[in-house]
């Protein structure tokens, strides 16, 4: 089992930036690949980044791409989502995942969760 902890949400203004962790802890945390999901008000959770085990590769969804970067520190077993240009629709729950299947994309694919960080965008 993987435990995840995110932090560092926050009410930010419309082109600011914030910088979210997920401090993991449990099972080798080198092992899984990583991902960060969003969730808006009335809306289905959606992807917004990954990073494998080695942290070589990282996938983005296109309404990130160019504004967020995913990293990770194995050493401290942790990844990080920084977020910069920050836009009212970036407005949502953030969660960090493990990746426990196939896909990176989805979130079917990740079977550990953390409890969610609120990210605010006003404009």
């Known amino acids: 089992q993987v435990q995840l902890v995110e932090s560092g949400g926050g009410l930010v203004q419309a082109g600011g930036s914030l910088r979210l962790s997920c401090a993991a802890s449990?099972?080798?945390?080198?092992?899984?690949?990583m991902g960060w999901f969003r969730q808006a008000p009335g809306k289905e959770r959606e992807f917004v980044a990954a990073?494998?085990?080695?942290?070589?590769?990282?996938y983005y969804a296109d309404s990130v791409k160019g504004r967020f970067t995913i990293s990770r520190d194995n050493a401290k077993n942790t990844v990080y989502l920084q977020m910069n240009s920050l836009k009212p629709e970036d407005t949502a729950v953030y969660y960090c995942a493990g990746r426990s299947g196939v896909s990176y994309y989805n979130a079917a694919g990740y079977g550990y969760w953390g409890q969610g960080t609120q990210v605010t965008v006003s404009s």
């Open positions: 990073i494998s085990w080695s942290g070589s590769t990282t």
């Open positions: 449990g099972r080798a945390f080198s092992n899984y690949a």
